[in-house]
């Protein structure tokens, strides 16, 4: 999606208003490690516990969450600022603020999406997804007006894990989706009366579409299910083709790409290409067991994070790939999407958790570092 060029003229100025000098790592190229890679890499800043990141339009500037609870607008040339009007998140664990994406209609409308976790009565908690216009010309800077929530886990339950809460548009920009994790709770990725551990899908103002696969009348938790049997969904994405793709943590191994397919059950925690971590046995996904499988999974563990479809002329090569992080891994990792089908292409150890995976406007890729320091990272190709 781009902006009319009077629009970005406007939006460009804009952005360089309000954006004071942040925090600049050292600009020059640097190695990702012991490994020959085929990218020269860039850090161009650094944040604390980056989690998620979105390119505005005309590429000049980037919206990127941090999980203790801040929303930052970067841009190279002006550092970053603080979004003002954040929602109070619940931060331990794994939870805080999670994802932001731009509304399909972000050119007119100004709104943007975020998720994360909220706190509940008796210690309880769970991932919520909002929608509020992103004011840039607001008074002191950028801020969040009208912030509405439109989604919710259910039911809320103890512990800090497993929020999943990423999101994506379909392309035609008619329905969102979310990966809802199942918060270490195993049995509700089952449970067809929660939203726990499944792939939802809403109209983008957070009403739940009648063709749905399991809409039933009065029950607005069923109905918003698109997909079952998910753990911890840390991606999503759409491919050239219109499929949509995730990829989860396994339990112990077994992480996943899935194609996510309306009405398929993945299965966990009944099967699994992992173990439970107390070495309990989960069977492995067999033909004709009734489950999806996978069409690539890891054993030993990467842990993924982060999943971007790149289908962009800077790399040639790497056209019509999905690109994951790995945490455990410390890695960037490349799989070809043939059709249905998916191929493990690549992996390079970075030498640092990847938290995040984004194709820039310019088809450049661009990470983010897991942890208190983590860079963001810019990869173009070598000459």
């Known amino acids: 999606m781009r902006l009319p060029a009077p629009l970005l003229a406007t939006f460009a100025v804009a952005v360089i208003s309000c954006a004071p000098s942040g925090s600049n790592a050292n600009s020059a190229n640097l190695s990702a490690g012991a490994n020959d890679t085929p990218f020269n890499m860039e850090a161009v800043a650094t944040f604390n ?27 190279k040339d002006s550092g970053a600022v603080e979004v003002k009007n954040i929602p109070k998140v619940d931060y331990g664990g794994q939870g805080g603020l999670g994802d932001v994406i731009l509304a399909p209609d972000f050119a007119a409308s100004g709104h943007i999406y975020l998720s994360w976790a909220e706190a509940s009565e008796n210690n309880t908690r769970g991932a919520v997804v909002g929608m509020a216009k992103l004011n840039m010309a607001a008074a002191g800077g950028a801020a969040l007006e009208g912030l509405k929530v439109i989604w919710s886990q259910y039911p809320k339950v103890t512990g800090r894990g497993h929020f999943g809460h990423r999101l994506a548009f379909s392309p035609d920009g008619k329905y969102l989706f979310i990966a809802s ?29 009648k063709d749905n ?61 992992g173990n439970h971590y107390d070495g309990r046995d989960i069977p492995d996904h067999r033909a004709g067991d009734g489950f999806a499988a996978p069409k690539a999974f890891w054993n030993p563990a990467i842990s993924p994070s982060g999943l971007t479809f790149y289908n962009a002329d800077l790399f040639p090569a790497w056209k019509n790939s999905m690109f994951l992080g790995a945490l455990s891994g410390e890695a960037l990792v490349r799989v070809q999407i043939k059709g249905a089908n998916a191929v493990k292409a690549d992996e390079w150890k970075m030498g640092a958790r990847i938290r995040e995976v984004e194709t820039g406007p310019d088809g450049a890729l661009w990470l983010l570092e897991d942890g208190s320091s983590g860079r963001l990272l810019k990869l173009t190709p070598k000459k």
Do not use: C
């Open 49 to 75: 516990e980056p989690w998620a990141m979105t390119f505005l339009p005309g590429g000049s500037a980037a919206l990127i969450t941090q999980k203790n609870g801040k929303l930052m607008l970067w841009s």
């Open 181 to 209: 994790g199942e918060r270490q709770k195993f049995d509700p990725a089952q449970d067809m009366n929660s939203n726990l551990g499944k792939i939802v899908r809403l109209y983008p103002d957070g009403s739940i579409p």
């Open 213 to 273: 696969p399991f809409y039933v009348e009065g029950n607005a938790v069923r109905s918003q299910i698109w997909s079952l049997g998910h753990r911890n969904p840390l991606g999503l994405a759409f491919d050239a083709k219109g499929q949509l793709w995730n990829q989860e943590m396994g339990p112990a191994h077994g992480d996943e790409l899935n194609l996510v397919l309306p009405k398929a059950n993945y299965g966990y925690p009944k099967v699994s290409n």
